[in-house]
């Protein structure tokens, strides 16, 4: 390896990575927008490498929750932590060493229209690694697009020549571009058919597996529940009033859990699921 691949390669250095229980700790948030109070006194720790789905009724905080989260959006009260470090306590644009550590597909996927698929992934590395060489960045950027999924050639099109489900795709690949160890999933499967949704939630697991990432996955899709999360934490009341598999939750017997999971579609898909396991 020639020296100057060498100096790219630390440029790119991995930090070390987060080995503690709990990436993702909120304590005692409260969002509030005007007289709107979002969120309330609410608690969630996120567990190393799984997959937690986060559901809740339109309009009950997932989004306003996730972007808490990854510092786009102050709380009026209450404490964050990513991989040990306070979001809270920080300022949006200081250098906390962490902003570099995750990748986002935005609920609606947020791509740049007028850049190329392949340009939407460099991005984040320009951003956060303008040292790196364009044909670096670019080979980076092929690589992250062909890992979620998407033909080569996608990287040269625009996000408006391509299906709802390849622009996910490149939503993702976006997300992916600095090697993430915690991924955000805002909907990623709204939208999709049903075939495409499965596609994409095998995909996202096979993802988490292969590169040990913890995903926190909001999603209205009661098949990618069952099929890929390990917990789901649940949204009501301006808190998260339950988190667990499937099953604790059922034992919750909370009327909106209960309405959720057991109601036709969560029934559908619990059948569903039953014989893919079987
Ligand atoms: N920037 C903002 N300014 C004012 N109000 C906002 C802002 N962002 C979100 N809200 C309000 O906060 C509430 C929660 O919004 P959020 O987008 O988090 O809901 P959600 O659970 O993601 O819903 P959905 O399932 O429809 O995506 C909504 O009532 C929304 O109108
Ligand atoms: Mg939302």
Redesign the pocket.
């Known amino acids: 390896m020639s020296e100057e691949t060498g100096s790219e390669k630390r440029a790119l250095g991995r930090h070390e990575r987060f080995r503690g229980d709990y990436p993702v700790v909120v304590e005692g948030l409260r969002?509030q927008?005007?007289e709107?109070v979002?969120h309330e006194d609410l608690d969630l720790k996120v567990r190393r490498r799984e997959i937690l789905g986060v559901v809740?009724?339109?309009?009950?905080?997932?989004?306003?929750?996730?972007?808490s989260i990854i510092g786009l959006?102050q709380p009026a009260q209450g404490n964050i932590e990513v991989f040990g470090r306070s979001i809270t306590e920080a300022e949006p644009d200081e250098n906390i060493g962490i902003r570099n550590r995750w990748g986002v597909l935005f609920?609606g996927g947020a791509l740049f229209s007028t850049l190329t698929v392949g340009e939407n992934v460099e991005v984040p590395l320009r951003q956060f690694y303008p040292e790196l060489s364009p044909e670096l960045r670019r080979e980076i950027a092929r690589y992250k697009v062909i890992l979620s999924g998407l033909p080569e050639e996608a990287a040269n099109k625009f996000p408006s020549e391509l299906s709802g489900g390849m622009r996910k795709r490149a939503g993702l690949a976006r997300a992916l571009s600095l090697d993430p160890e915690l991924l955000f999933l805002?909907?990623p499967t709204a939208g999709l058919d049903p075939i495409g949704a499965d596609k994409f939630d095998r995909l996202t697991k096979e993802l988490q597996d292969t590169l040990g990432l913890t995903v926190f996955l909001?999603t209205?899709d009661l098949d990618t529940l069952y099929a890929i999360c390990d917990r789901v934490a649940v949204?009501a009341e301006k808190r998260v009033i339950a988190v667990g598999t499937i099953p604790e939750l059922l034992e919750t017997q909370h009327p909106w859990i209960e309405e959720y999971f057991n109601g036709p579609r969560g029934r559908a898909a619990q059948g569903t699921q039953a014989r893919s396991d079987g």
């Open positions: 969002n927008f005007g709107q979002v809740g009724g339109s309009g009950t905080g997932k989004s306003v929750l996730m972007r959006q609920q805002d909907e909001i209205h949204l």
